[in-house]
């Protein structure tokens, strides 16, 4: 928790010293209004705080009077204290969000991989709820139940000592009741936060692969799976729950324990006490009796922040994972010019994945010059998208050196590098608003007339015509309410859009038919001829034209060069031709 301090600004600091300042203030109320009730009491026995023996009933209004404006100068206070805690709590839990939000934006693959998509919403959503929480509760619970307990045991410190006696026994038994449960309910609050990521995950499957699961009749399957998980967190919720339980009942028992401890001990005193100390020990008892229940009333307090705190750590502790992870791919020191201009190059190249037992790529090399469509195709799972992933840098390569302009790829700032390269991945993303901010997406900064380029050339203009709203028609969340050929055609348009110097198109075309495929191929080799091209695709019609094509096998290059070089000189790319093409076309090739 200490290391989420950092997330503190000074108006934090300020507004924290003003809580504690006014929760000083109504502990001071709160605590003197026990000495206006013995006042009360001595006049109603008739003796005055002056001495006088004459019963008074001015004087009892009067001290009546100071306890009901100390009630309400306590309850200003304490909405005074609540307004300056509510409001630290709510800025520091913004700023912990944000702190997740940026950290996540630059997390790879990998770190994406170790933590799980659902576990990380869970972190950036519960997790610092919980926190926040703490918070709340603790500026005002953690620092007013120590003062209140000191300070009343000050004002009673020098009286009967069989009081205090019963007092500290009340605490002691409090404090380790709490001890106890706390013991064993502070293992399954981490278990509660893991089962909510699980809950999370499952129920995110659930909503994104809805269709397969009607499709394949799984909905039985799917809901035994959720419930094997909401049952699991049931019971560690019940457990915990049946066991915090105990802390009302024992409050409730210490409260009435030491009330009855304090009149038993008062009785026993008095009818031992001669007439002169009758009515003193009586406003002792009355006294101690109220200054007693605001000690154990702190204790209380402090019973609920340990009731709070244990899943707010574990809470904590789950932030600070996210946010101490360092970056695997991390910025370099940036690239101000390069002497090349739309080059990428491998130089003898090895790629593992982090948890992988063997290279998926191995010692790869090969040099793309400016303006030049090159293509990559092989079998699924061959590495091709591997291969393509390296240049983005979305992993860096185990072993050699990825080069664009001339430059590796580890000494560019990611938005430099980013900047350079428009890429298109095989599963088209769409995000919710309209179809001109997601192709004007991010720093693109693209004019109206440039994102009308991208959308001829990718080939969406016919479909976009036919909406009402044209390019400010609605987009769904993920782009539910397009096809997927209009996806890819749309995230195709939204990379055409950067005039990048490097496009990647990671098996775009796949979701595209033929026809369509075609088109947007000539268009791109027109109006982008001064750019390169890196396509990865499983279709050879796809990459029939590239200028060259490179075949990749278990990780390896096992032959390049254009379509009519490869038929004659390569066996695995004539066996992807033989499957796809007619001996017609192979001949026509």
């Known amino acids: 928790m200490f290391k989420l301090l950092k997330f503190t600004k000074k108006k934090d600091l300020l507004f924290a010293l003003l809580a504690v300042g006014f929760i000083v203030v109504q502990v001071w109320l709160e605590l003197k209004m026990p000495d206006y009730m013995n006042i009360i009491t001595q006049i109603a026995q008739g003796k005055s705080s002056m001495g006088s023996t004459t019963y008074e009933l001015k004087d009892i209004w009067s001290n009546g009077g100071k306890m009901l404006l100390c009630a309400l100068g306590s ?19 913004a700023r912990i969000r944000e702190a997740l939000y940026v950290k996540v934006q630059g997390f790879s693959s990998n770190e994406i991989n170790k933590f799980s998509t659902a576990s990380l919403i869970t972190r950036s959503t519960n997790d610092v709820q919980q926190v926040q929480s703490l918070i709340t509760m603790g500026l005002q619970l953690m620092i007013k139940a120590p003062i209140t307990a000191v300070w009343a045991i000050i004002k009673i410190s020098g009286k009967q000592w069989q009081w205090s006696m019963a007092v500290a026994i ?209 079998s699924t799972g061959c590495g091709k998208s591997s291969l393509v992933n390296l240049i983005a840098r979305f992993y860096d390569a185990t072993f050699g050196e990825v080069l664009v302009d001339g430059e590796n790829v580890k000494n560019y700032k990611k938005e430099e590098l980013a900047g350079k390269i428009g890429y298109v991945s095989q599963k088209a993303v769409l995000f919710s608003g309209d179809i001109n901010s997601n192709i004007n997406f991010g720093d693109n900064n693209a004019d109206r007339e440039r994102v009308n380029d991208a959308v001829i050339i990718s080939q969406s203009e016919e479909f976009i015509k036919t909406l009402e709203e044209g390019l400010d028609a609605h987009v769904a969340q993920g782009g539910q309410n397009f096809s997927g050929g209009q996806k890819q055609r749309l995230s195709i348009a939204r990379a055409l859009a950067r005039k990048s110097e490097i496009f990647i198109f990671d098996d775009t075309f796949s979701a595209l038919d033929y026809k369509t495929d075609r088109i947007l191929r000539n268009a791109l080799k027109t109006k982008m001829k001064e750019s390169t091209c890196i396509i990865v695709a499983q279709r050879i019609g796809t990459i029939i034209d590239a200028d060259r094509i490179f075949v990749i096998d278990n990780g390896e290059i096992v032959g390049k060069g254009t379509h009519k070089e490869l038929l004659d000189t390569c066996e695995t790319y004539k066996e992807i031709a033989q499957s796809q093409l007619s001996e017609e076309e192979l001949k026509n090739a």
Do not use: H
Request: charged share 20%; glycine share 6%.
């Open 75 to 93: 309850m200003a206070a304490s909405v005074v204290t609540s307004f300056f805690v509510v409001s630290v709590a709510a800025d520091f839990s």
């Open 170 to 378: 009340a605490v002691s038994f409090m404090v380790i009741a709490i001890l106890i449960i706390m013991s064993l309910v502070v293992k399954k609050f981490k278990k509660i936060q893991k089962l909510t990521d699980d809950i999370n995950r499952i129920t995110r499957e659930n909503l994104t692969g809805i269709r397969v699961i009607r499709a394949y009749n799984a909905e039985k399957y799917q809901e035994e799976k959720f419930e094997s998980i909401n049952e699991d967190m049931t019971n560690t919720q019940l457990f915990t729950g049946r066991i915090m339980a105990f802390i009302g009942p024992i409050m409730s028992m210490v409260m009435n324990g030491i009330a009855l401890a304090i009149y038993w001990i008062g009785a026993y005193l008095i009818n031992r006490a001669d007439i002169f100390e009758f009515q003193t020990l009586f406003g002792d008892m009355v006294v101690y009796m109220a200054y007693g229940m605001q000690i154990i009333s702190s204790f209380m307090m402090l019973a609920i922040m340990f009731m709070i705190a244990p899943r707010s750590l574990v809470s904590a502790k789950r932030i600070n994972e996210v946010l101490s992870t360092e970056f695997t791919i991390k910025d370099g020191s940036g690239v101000q010019n390069t002497k090349e201009e739309g080059t990428v190059e491998f130089k003898n190249v090895s790629f593992r994945y982090p948890d992988g037992q063997s290279n998926v790529l191995e010692n790869i090399s090969f040099r793309i010059n400016k303006g030049e469509t090159v293509a990559f195709i092989g």
